[in-house]
């Protein structure tokens, strides 16, 4: 909170929507919403409960058990310690959250939480999405998770007993396990017929088999836990959601008191930003500020075109001390950077092409689709398509047979869906010369990109392969039902391949949108300045212990930003966040105490 009560009282004079807070958070999905959970007053506290990892637990045993770990020294309990997050608050809190979770064996939680609203930090959690669980709220559908739906949990709300109280139990992916090798999942239930057991007051505590409600859930379910959870929680008063941030900076508040006549004294403050020439003369009075601001769109999201209503669009302006980045990575769709992507039939999304399949069915049907990238929502555009009787070709930039490839990390019972894609791929490559082919629907060109693409609805690729491997050129021309499914033509010299589409969808990754920054700090963020950011390459640079930006004070990011792709992880965030905002407000009042 600021020095002087007059810069609060200055900032939030007539602003119907805004004013000062303590923290803001940019971003209403799950990492977002666990952090807002914390800042409300809910802490967790260590139950005692035993973990496996020794060096850990050696040191819970000397923790003082009456403190939160928001008050407990984070670094201490976290350094060293090893798992799928290289933020170490991350793995502390996941292994006592979800001990053991790798193994796949369902044992107690090692938490338990108290609420005291005497802890409430003043905090908004600002989101463009519609409502709570941010791009969760694209993914309505009934696409399974990729993680176990027990992954998926926010604080103090067990899944399986919210989908028993809203009576949407399902029968899909029962019994499914996991396997502690190379972090991976196991397919083998006999995994859970080992010795793995713990003493728990003298009681043995059996590992078991996940049960449906913990296995997979629907993308449908999970966004309805989400919205659910904000309203169970009460957290609605901290949530602005159909808030698009469009712009922050820093600003500095600058001191002024007024004498009067009477001998008595009044504050008032004036906000400047923090590069200006008075800021930079008088430095010990200034109280320096995030100053965020953005626009509240409440048009319909399908109807966006036109306003209706008076008050459609409200600007918004929030002023604090501590600014967090929880924005996850989906924000823009990663693009080709290819000559005619700009064309109205390149599209970028599954929900898009969910939308031409309604629209323009028949065009899908006569041409084939073409298919960019080797993940897994493009393995998820190929079972639609397939389910429409659409013609596929794919095309990706790795050899079918890389064994870093997606799929090569998911078992087969558990993600029997994915197994079936790449198992085309595998006959597709395999069989591609040979005259008895029966995959009449299916060309993939594995190490091939996109050169670029024509307004005649016609894509050049690229073979990356004869030129990695310094191989002569091979026509497909052998395979009778690839020549059938494409227009192609070859050109020896420079070894491209010339496609006739209905429509190609990219989907090869997304990237954060970060542009309400200034230049000078989103080129700063990440851990190599030089280059661009990447949340899985090269992410946000932050103290492994706060999450508080190396260059940057009073600046926090969590989730996909700093590397935590998974659910399961962005808790962790919220608890080192947290912790490390407590610190300074209370460093801040012994300052105070000791000035006084």
Sequence with gaps: ???????????????????????????????????????????PYYNNNPVSDEFLQTRLNYVDKNLSLVEQDLEYLSSGLEGRSFNPVALLYDKLKHPDADLGIDLPTCLNWNYDPNREIDHVCIGKAPGPGGSWNDLDGSQLTISPS???????????????????????????????????????????????????????????????????????????????????????????????????????????????????????????????????????????????????????????????HKGDLMEFKYYCKHLVLAIGACDIHNKLNAKGESHRYILSSIRELEDKIKEDLARLQKDPLLIVGSGLSAADAILLAKKYHIRIIHVIKKSVFDPTLIFNKLPKKIYPEYHKVYEQMINYKSTRHSTDSTNHNYVLYDEHEVKYFTSKRTCVLFNLGLVNNGQS????????????????????????????????????????????????MANQLAVDPERCLNTKENPISVDEYSHESSRFKNLFAMGPLIGDNFVRFGTGGALAITSSILKKINSKKEDVCMHN
């Excluded at 009778?480 to 429509?503: A, G, L, P």
């Design 473 to 520: 050129f091979t026509s497909g021309s052998s395979n009778e039902e690839m020549n059938k499914v494409t227009r192609e033509r070859k050109f020896s010299v420079t070894n491209e391949t010339e496609v006739k589409i209905s429509y190609a969808c990219v989907l090869i990754g997304y990237s954060p949108d970060l542009s309400f920054l200034p230049p000078y």
């Design 150 to 308: 027990r992954w998926m949990e926010l604080p103090e709300l067990v899944y399986s007993d919210w989908k028993k109280q809203n009576k949407t139990l399902s029968n899909v992916n029962a019994g499914l396990v996991f396997s502690s090798k190379n972090s991976n999942f196991s397919e083998d239930n006999s995994l859970m017929n080992a010795n793995i057991f713990r003493k728990n007051s003298s009681k043995l505590v059996i590992p078991r088999p996940l049960s449906v409600e913990e296995s997979r859930a629907s993308m449908h379910d999970i966004r309805n836990y989400y919205r659910d959870y904000v309203r169970q929680k009460n957290l609605d008063k901290y949530l602005l959601n159909s808030a698009t941030v469009t712009n922050v900076r820093r600003v500095c508040c600058t001191r002024l008191v007024l004498n009067t006549g009477d001998n008595l004294s009044h504050s008032s403050c004036s906000i400047t930003p923090c590069n200006s020439l008075q800021s930079l003369q008088n430095t010990s009075s200034l109280e320096c500020l995030w100053e965020v601001t953005g626009i509240i769109d409440k048009r319909d999201r399908k109807k966006a075109s036109s306003l209706t």
């Design 1 to 43: 909170m600021p020095n002087c009560a007059a810069i609060i009282n200055t900032i939030n004079a007539n602003r119907p929507i805004g004013g000062y807070k303590d923290v803001v958070i940019i971003g209403n999905g799950p990492s977002g919403l666990c952090l807002s959970y914390f800042l409300s007053g809910h802490w």
